[in-house]
């Protein structure tokens, strides 16, 4: 997905890769929710847990609540994506939850592609691999021995109920993850975090590196 970064929203490539997710999500291809703002544009597509950042260029600064329509193509430009790995609910979930109902309709579901596959830069360390393989299940522990200690994390602080989920960023590589389930929130989060699945992770574009 990496080689997408630029892209304008009309980009043939871009509306293939998503037309593609969703046939492999044997669901039926609807528009993006757009969230527009002056210094960035959201596309969210919530059936296929996948959500694209356009930046603007040229000095182009979009107005809020604009539609595709209102939007100027050529000044936006592809700057990050948004993975999502929803955790399958439990049987034992409280059914009232499980109600269908506004707000469930427009969360975001797995991203249906894993495992899935990231180029790195490899001359961070000579030693790691070319690229990183990421599966549903996969622990910040895997991360870690793959990518080694991130440059940025944050998160897991205070009590576990409404506290903020550990995250890490490796900046060079243009990834950041912010981890879900228990063993990622409260007082002990970076204690139990290495056994944290991932929850959203970000591939955002970096400039002049090798891959």
Not at 130 to 155: N, S
């Amino acid at each position: 997905m990496q080689h997408l970064f630029g892209s304008h929203p009309s980009s043939s490539a871009l509306a293939d890769y998503i037309s593609t997710l969703f046939t492999l999500a044997n669901k039926h291809p609807i528009p993006p929710e757009i969230k527009s703002y002056p210094d960035a544009v959201y596309f969210n597509y919530f059936a296929v847990g996948l959500s694209l950042l356009f930046s603007p260029i040229n000095g182009y600064k979009p107005a809020t609540e604009l539609g595709l329509k209102d939007l100027h193509d050529k000044s936006l430009v592809l700057e990050s994506i948004d993975l999502y790995n929803v955790p399958k609910r439990s049987s034992s979930d409280d059914r009232s939850k499980a109600a269908s109902s506004r707000s469930a309709e427009l969360a975001f579901s797995t991203f249906p592609v894993v495992p899935f596959t990231l180029s790195l830069v490899t001359k961070v360390d000579d030693t790691r691999p070319l690229t990183l393989d990421v599966l549903p299940e996969t622990t910040g522990k895997e991360f870690v021995m793959t990518l080694g200690e991130p440059d940025r994390k944050g998160g897991g602080a205070g009590p576990s109920s409404g506290s903020i989920g550990i995250w890490c960023e490796w900046s060079k590589d243009g990834i950041m993850i912010e981890f879900g389930g228990d063993e990622a929130k409260g007082p002990q989060a970076w204690e139990r975090g290495k056994d944290a699945v991932w929850k959203i992770m970000t591939v955002f574009r970096v400039d002049n590196v090798e891959r």
